[in-house]
């Protein structure tokens, strides 16, 4: 089970806050966790190329460097120490001020001081910006060696967090056993329903070991000369039957006192159906795991886990894959 000892989180000063730090000061309580709210101060990156720069002066204004470093120093800490006190009760959490730009400088940092688990805001903009430029939140999740929770700071700052319906959609990969393991951990900490999902998007992949399935030639071409069957209907079938298999091993661990576990097999778009159910069930948190894939490829098509981030009605925890 992954033990969590010390939580990084990211704060963006102009965004809303509050929904990421109660979300991580509500993952602290129930984890037995610290945490640290990082800010990074990315302004004066574009004017460090400018001669003025060098010579400790801002272009086109009548302060110095230092002192406006200083005076965004003293402005950032007081809002963070304002968070703290207000949504962290109950939590030790500590303050960290750093200058650069936000992913290179977070992935920097993590590089050096341990964190199991992250928490990150994310904001909505219009897709061609999100495909192109991408949110710090999504190139930092690209990189992370650790969890990181995605919490909407759209989210409504007065609905406080809470953590009783989890959704974990799992495609039975070896990459996602990392994400299965955040389930079950999450599950004992008071979730008092979990729905587990499976989308079946290709019956023949191996996982559903379609060279066992059942197949029926003359009932086929019986059936088709009144009303043509679905091609390879037989392996959706097969692969519905291997999913719901799995679930029902899966939801023999999550079982307890007082929680309620529901398989679910799904057949379509995975980040759709995921979000639909997402949606339907009205669940707090959905736990994925992320897979290795990089460069223009993923630029261009983002995975499951980054689409069911962009659209999802709660935050979403994405663990990285451990191939």
């Not at 994310?122 to 999504?138: F, I, M, V």
Request: charged residues 20%; glycine residues 4%.
């Amino acid at each position: 089970m992954p033990q969590v000892n010390h939580i990084l989180v990211p704060v963006e000063m102009h965004e809303n806050a509050v929904p990421v730090v109660r979300w991580a000061a509500l993952l602290a309580r129930t984890l037995g966790s610290r945490l640290t709210l990082l800010h990074v101060d990315e302004a004066l990156e574009p004017l460090k190329t400018r001669p003025a720069f060098s010579s400790g002066r801002i272009p086109g204004a009548t302060t110095t460097v230092e002192q406006w470093r200083s005076d965004y120093e003293q402005t950032a800490r007081l809002e963070l120490a304002q968070l703290i006190e207000q949504h962290c009760t109950g939590v030790q959490a500590e303050t960290l001020l750093l200058e650069g730009r936000a992913h290179a400088t977070i992935l920097k940092y993590l590089e050096t001081t341990p964190h199991e688990l992250m928490v990150m805001g994310t904001h909505g903009k219009p897709w061609y910006q999100r495909l192109l430029l991408g949110s710090t939140a999504e190139t930092v999740l690209r990189a992370s060696p650790v969890p990181v929770l995605i919490v909407p700071n759209t989210a409504a700052a007065h609905r406080p967090p809470q953590l009783k319906k989890l959704l974990f959609p799992t495609d039975f990969s070896a990459a996602g056993k990392a994400g299965e393991d955040w389930a079950l951990q999450l599950a004992t900490h008071g979730v008092e329903e979990v729905s587990l999902v499976h989308v079946v998007e290709n019956p023949l992949l191996d996982v559903y070991n379609p060279d066992t399935a059942e197949i029926d030639l003359r009932q086929l071409m019986a059936e088709s000369r009144q009303h043509p069957p679905r091609s390879a209907q037989p392996f959706w079938d097969h692969a519905h039957q291997m999913a719901h298999a799995k679930l029902t091993l899966l939801r023999q661990q999550l079982l307890g006192e007082h929680v309620q576990v529901e398989v679910l097999v799904q057949e379509g778009p995975a980040a759709e159906d995921i979000f639909k159910v997402a949606e339907k069930k009205s669940v707090d948190l959905i736990v994925m795991a992320t897979h290795g894939r990089t460069g223009v490829r993923r630029l261009l098509l983002g995975s499951v886990t980054e689409k069911v981030i962009r659209t999802a009605p709660c935050p979403v925890l994405a663990v990285p894959s451990r191939e």
